[in-house]
């Protein structure tokens, strides 16, 4: 599988909870933090769930 990096470019302060705890999930803790995650379709339903709040690049 491939692995995907996931960045926190917005804040989850006005977010709902759900939103709030996917992003939890994800291990991205503050704006700016990231975390390489595998491209599974659980992470990636996650990731579009919150896609608004993350940005998201392909790891080599």
């Known amino acids: 599988m491939a692995k995907i990096?996931?960045?926190l470019v917005k804040s989850?302060?006005?977010v709902l909870p759900k939103q709030r705890a996917t992003v939890?999930?994800?291990g991205l803790r503050k704006i700016g933090s990231a975390?390489?995650?595998e491209a599974s379709p659980a992470i990636m339903g996650m990731v579009r769930?919150?896609?608004h709040?993350?940005?998201v690049e392909?790891?080599?």
Request: aromatic share 0%; charged share 25%; no cysteine.
């Open 5 to 7: 990096k996931i960045r």
């Open 12 to 14: 989850t302060i006005g």
């Open 24 to 26: 939890r999930s994800l």
């Open 35 to 37: 975390s390489v995650q």
């Open 49 to 51: 769930a919150v896609s």
């Open 53 to 55: 709040l993350v940005s």
């Open 58 to 60: 392909d790891v080599k």
